[in-house]
C-alpha cells in the first residue's frame, strides 16, 4: 500500500492552509486588517512526552493534496473528539463546538478564508474598505447552493439578518458588528457598521459565518440550514452521533474539488472504542484518542502517525459573576490557591495535557498580544485558607459544571483539593451543548471549561464582553468593554498591544476566569491519508481535501 508524503508545519501566526484550500475570487483590492502573524518552526509527530515547553509550541498539521492520478477510497470516516455534534445550525448557542464547526466547514463556504501570513483570500467574495467601517464587497457569480439555487446578495443580507436575531449564537459572534447591509446588485454590497472596526473581517472568516440559504430555511426549519454552497453536502445526520457528507460535484472551486466522494463524521463516546475501530480500519483518523491509547500506535510508526496538537484554547475555570459567593474576590482566590495545576493536568489527560504554570493570563496560548509578565497563581493551601477565612463562604455546597471527559476528570481533582481546605463541592455532569445552554443561562457557580480563542486578539472579546458567546463567567466590566472598542478603532499595532495589554491586566486583576491546563491532543492518522489540516485553533480544522489512498 502507498504511504502518502506529507508536509508537515506548525505555524504561531494565523492559520495555516495551502492548495487544495486556496479559493480564487473575483477582482478587488484586498485590505490586510488582521495581525501580523509569528514565525513558522517545524513539527513532527508526537513520539515524546510532552512538557510546559511542548505545551508553549500549539500548531498545525497540513498534509499535501491528493496526486493527479492516484487512486483513492470513495469514502473516509474521521472520529471526532470529546464533542458531539448536536444541532447543524450556526444560529444555535449549541452550534457553539469544535466537531460542529468541523461540519460547518464542510457545508459552508465563507465571504473570506484567512491564509496562514495573516492577510484574507476572497472565497466567496473579495473586498475593500477605505475607513474599516464600510466593506465593499464583490460576490463570485458562479455559486450555487446544494439545492440549485443561486447565490446572490439577498443571501448574505438573510444570513446576516438571521444571525443577528440569535443572540449567544456563534453566528451572530461572527456578524453582530454589522448595521446595515446596502445591496447595490444581485453580486455587489456593502456591510455597514455601527463604528469603525478593524478586526471586523476576522469574523467573517469563522466556520460559523459560512452563508446560509433563505429558500431552504424558510421551507424547513430544522433541515434547512444543512443547505450550504460548501465542498460536501450532507446525506445524513443523527443528533449526537455522526454527519454524513457527500462531495457537492457543483461547488465552485474546480480547481480544488476534493477526490474523496463521502465523509462520515462520527462521535464515539467510549474511549477505548475509538481505538478499536482505527485499528480494525472502521475509521482512519480519530481525533480524540485517549492518552492510554495513543502508545499503540506511536509503537506502530508503519501503519499509523501521532501528531501532537496543542491547543490554543484556554483549559480552565469561569466563575459565575452574577452569583452572590463568586463576586467574592475572596473566594475566588481561595479556589485558584487550593489547586495543583500539575495534578488536574496529569489526572484529567496523562502526558497529553500540561498545568498552566507559566502565567496567570487568560489568554490563548498563541493570540496576539499575550502579556508576558502577569505571574501565574501558586498552589497554597494554607494561603487558600486564609482567603477562605476571609471570605463570604458559610459551608453551603459549590456546584462545578462541566462537560468533556478531560474536563470531567480535572473537575473531580479539583473537587478534592477544594475539599482538603474545607469547600463542599458538587460535579455537574453534562454533555457540551447543554453546559453551553446552561452557563448562557446564567446558572452554575464555577464552569470548568474550554474557551475558544484563536490567535487573534479580536476573538477574546467574546470571553468578556456581554453577550459573547465564550463569556462563560457572565462577566461584565465596562472599562474592559471599552477597551475592546478602542482596539477595534486603533490601526498603530503597538498601541494595540498596550490596549490588549491593559485589558489582560485588569482581568488578571478581577479573576473571573483562570486557565488550569493547556491540553495537547494526540490526533491519530492512518499512513495512507492526507489532505487535512490541523491547527492549534481546534475550530479550525479543516477535512475538505480528505483522501485515502488505496493501491500503488
Known amino acids: 500500500m502507498k504511504k502518502t508524503k506529507r508536509y508537515i508545519a506548525m ?15 473575483n477582482g478587488g483590492s484586498n485590505q490586510d486588517t488582521s495581525p501580523t502573524p509569528g514565525t513558522e518552526v517545524s513539527q513532527t509527530p508526537a513520539t515524546t512526552p510532552s512538557t510546559p515547553a511542548a505545551a508553549e509550541e500549539p500548531g498545525g498539521v497540513t498534509m499535501e493534496q491528493a496526486e493527479e492520478g492516484g487512486t483513492y477510497a470513495e469514502e473516509v470516516r474521521i472520529i471526532l473528539d470529546n464533542n458531539p455534534i448536536n444541532v447543524l445550525n450556526p444560529f444555535l448557542p449549541a452550534a457553539n463546538n469544535t466537531s460542529t464547526n468541523a461540519s460547518f466547514t464542510m457545508m459552508y463556504d465563507r465571504l473570506l478564508y484567512p491564509e496562514d501570513d495573516g492577510t484574507f483570500s476572497p472565497e466567496l467574495a473579495s473586498y475593500e474598505t477605505s475607513d474599516y467601517t464600510t466593506y465593499s464587497f464583490v460576490l463570485r457569480d458562479d455559486v450555487y447552493f446544494h439545492n440549485g439555487d443561486k447565490m446572490t446578495a439577498s443571501d448574505i443580507e438573510w444570513t446576516i439578518n ?79 452521533d455522526f454527519v454524513y457528507l457527500q462531495r457537492n460535484d457543483s461547488w465552485w472551486n474546480t480547481a480544488n474539488m476534493p477526490v474523496t466522494e463521502r465523509v462520515h463524521l462520527r462521535f464515539v463516546p467510549e474511549m477505548g472504542a475509538r481505538a478499536i475501530m482505527v485499528q480494525n480500519g472502521e475509521a482512519q483518523i480519530s481525533l480524540g484518542t485517549s492518552a492510554e491509547d495513543l502508545p499503540i500506535f506511536e509503537n506502530d510508526p508503519d501503519n499509523y502517525e501521532v501528531y501532537r496538537v496543542t491547543f490554543n484554547d484556554p483549559q ?41 504554570n507559566e502565567s496567570g493570563n487568560f489568554w490563548g496560548l498563541t493570540t496576539e498580544f499575550r502579556h508576558p509578565d502577569l505571574p501565574y497563581i501558586g498552589h497554597d493551601p494554607e494561603l487558600a485558607k486564609e482567603y477562605l477565612a476571609s471570605s463570604s463562604y458559610a459551608g453551603q455546597t459549590v456546584e462545578i459544571a462541566t462537560a468533556i471527559i478531560t474536563n470531567i476528570r480535572g473537575s473531580e481533582v479539583i473537587q478534592a483539593h477544594l475539599e482538603d481546605i474545607g469547600i463542599n463541592v458538587e460535579v455537574n455532569q453534562m454533555d457540551s451543548p447543554t453546559l453551553n445552554a446552561y452557563i448562557a443561562s446564567g446558572q452554575g457557580q464555577i464552569n470548568v471549561i474550554f474557551t475558544t480563542i484563536t490567535p487573534s486578539a479580536a476573538s477574546v472579546r467574546s470571553a468578556f464582553t456581554p453577550g459573547g458567546g465564550q463569556n462563560r463567567s457572565n462577566y461584565s466590566n465596562p472599562e474592559v468593554t ?55 485553533d481546534a475550530h479550525r480544522h479543516d477535512y475538505r481535501g480528505v483522501y485515502l489512498t488505496v493501491n500503488a
Not at 219 to 240: C, L, N, R, Y
Not at 330 to 340: N, S, T
Not at 507 to 528: C, F, L, Q, T
Request: proline letters at 3%; aromatic letters at 10%.
Open 11 to 25: 505555524t504561531l501566526g494565523f492559520m495555516i492552509c495551502i492548495g487544495i484550500l486556496a479559493a480564487c475570487g
Open 482 to 536: 471599552a477597551l475592546f472598542d478602542e482596539a477595534s478603532k486603533t490601526i498603530d499595532r503597538e498601541a494595540r498591544r498596550d490596549i490588549y495589554y491593559r485589558i489582560q491586566e485588569i482581568i488578571y486583576d478581577e479573576k473571573p476566569v483562570h486557565n488550569v491546563i493547556w491540553r495537547h491532543n494526540g490526533i491519530v492518522i492512518s499512513n495512507d491519508i492526507g489532505g487535512i489540516i490541523l491547527r492549534s
Open 316 to 356: 480552565g475555570m469561569a466563575f459565575n459573576m452574577t452569583d452572590p459567593l463568586m463576586q467574592d474576590k475572596d473566594f475566588r482566590l481561595a479556589v485558584l490557591h487550593a489547586i495543583d495545576f500539575d495534578e488536574v493536568a496529569v489526572v484529567a489527560a496523562g502526558k497529553w495535557a500540561s498545568g498552566a
Open 162 to 240: 438571521t444571525a443577528k436575531n440569535s443572540p449567544g449564537s456563534p453566528s451572530a459572534d461572527a456578524w453582530r458588528l454589522v448595521d446595515s447591509i446596502n445591496i447595490k446588485s444581485d453580486y455587489e454590497f456593502d456591510l455597514v457598521l455601527g463604528e469603525m472596526n478593524v478586526d471586523f473581517l476576522f469574523g467573517l472568516t469563522r466556520p460559523a459565518s459560512g452563508i446560509v440559504n433563505q429558500r431552504a430555511m424558510e421551507a424547513d426549519a430544522e433541515t434547512g440550514t444543512w443547505v450550504g454552497t460548501g465542498a460536501f453536502s450532507v446525506i445524513d445526520f443523527e443528533t449526537g
